[in-house]
Each structure stands twice: as C-alpha cells, then as structure tokens.
C-alpha cells in the first residue's frame, strides 16, 4: 500500500491563481480530511468526508472547495489564492468517522502565496 | 465549538520522564489522541484513549485520562534525543476530530 498520497509536495502561486491539491489513499478508508498547519496555530480542519459524495466543512473552509467523487481521491480547490493560504497542507484518512483507528496523514503540500 | 489547548513548549533533560498535558471542552469524546510531527514530516499517532478508560500505557508512553476535568496527559519515561518533535493532542467528537496547537518538545543534553 501507498498510503495516503500528496501532489505536489511544493507550490508557489501568485494572487489570484487557482489550483488543486492532490489527495489520495489506497486503504480503501471512507474518512478523509484537509488540514492547513500554520506555525502557532497547530491544525485546523479545513474540510472533511465521510464517504464518496459526502463533504462537509471544518473549522476553516473559505476559500476551499472540495469534492469527494471517488472513495480514493479527497481533491481540495483554491479557486482564487490568497497570501493569507500560505501554509502546509495535510490530508488524512482513516476506516470510519473517528475511533481508535489510526488517523494516517499524508506527507504534507507546502504551499506559498505570493 | 470544540477547543483543545496545550501548552507550546517543554524542555526536558535526555533520560528524565517528559509529561505533555493537554485540556479539551468537549463532552461528547469518544477517542483522545496523541500525535507526534517530525521536522518536515507528517503527523504520526503515538497513542489514543478511549474516554472510559483512565490510563494506557505503551512500552514508554503513558496516557492519563481525567474525563471530569477533561484533562489528558501523555507522559514520556526516560526521554531520548528521537523524542525531540512536536506532539499534538486531538479529540474526537462527532465527525471531526480536533487538534491542539501542539507542544514542541525539546531535549537537553
């Protein structure tokens, strides 16, 4: 198993450009998530899954989209980027909502907002 | 909504026990976490608790649970310099499962 996936592991964009981080897992886990790690702020919970079709926001969803089309693949869209988006990106994923399955998290998108 | 604090830094001499304590508000968890984040690298679970039970343990790492005082701490026995990360405590509650801001853990030589 690959695990959780995440393309790219780098991105510069500049104001205004959209684009769209990769997320995926081959575990076949129905929970997927999108954190933004900032420093000082720990994680924040920017959007969430818990099955194909089904999203639904976290903490902080502006500015994010998402989609969840297939039970492998949790996409996460800024359609127009802001400096304030400056961050590290994680996604997880794990076998149901929440429990004592382990939670396994991606290797992280650095993302920078010119 | 759901809160998790921790505090952001600890200094522990290299063979000493480190305790990382962490405060949740809600009262509807059913799983606490305990995260470690390596420089550069992704979040790693340590350990979690079910919220009936009061303590695990796990070869080094002990996790007390105080439900009433929604109080959980993750104590590390004789510390080493591969312990020097970040640790996040997190809590689940409904669908989502909430972290803490995270505790740098650092290691005297």
């Known amino acids: 198993n690959a695990g959780v996936t995440q393309t790219p592991k780098f991105q510069v964009l500049k104001t205004g450009q959209s684009m769209t981080l990769q997320c995926a897992q081959d575990?076949?886990?129905?929970?997927m998530s999108w954190y933004r790690q900032d420093p000082g702020m720990g994680l924040r919970l920017i959007h969430y899954s818990v099955g194909a079709g089904i999203t639904d926001q976290g903490e902080v969803p502006n500015g994010y989209n998402v989609s969840r089309s297939t039970t492998e693949d949790f996409p996460l869209r800024l359609l127009s980027a802001a400096p304030s988006q400056t961050s590290v990106y994680f996604c997880?994923?794990?076998?149901?909502?929440?429990?004592?399955?382990?939670?396994?998290f991606g290797p992280g998108t650095r993302l920078l907002v010119l | 909504g759901e809160d998790v604090e921790q505090s952001l830094f600890l200094s522990v001499r290299e063979g000493d026990s480190s305790v990382i304590n962490c405060t949740y508000t809600?009262?509807?968890?059913?799983?606490l976490y305990w995260y470690k984040q390596e420089p550069g690298a992704g979040l790693q679970l340590l350990t979690y608790?079910?919220?009936?039970?009061d303590m695990k343990q796990d070869q080094r790492l002990t996790v007390l649970l105080n439900k009433k005082d929604k109080h959980l701490s993750l104590r590390i026995a004789d510390t080493q310099t591969g312990d020097s990360a970040i640790y996040f405590c997190?809590?689940?509650?409904?669908?989502?499962?909430?972290f803490g801001k995270g505790t740098r853990l650092h290691i005297l030589p």
């Open positions: 575990m076949n886990h129905e929970y």
């Open positions: 608790i079910f919220s009936n039970m």
């Open positions: 809600d009262s509807s968890s059913t799983y």
């Open positions: 997190a809590d689940s509650g409904d669908d989502k499962i909430i």
């Open positions: 997880a994923s794990s076998y149901s909502r929440v429990g004592g399955e382990t939670q396994y």
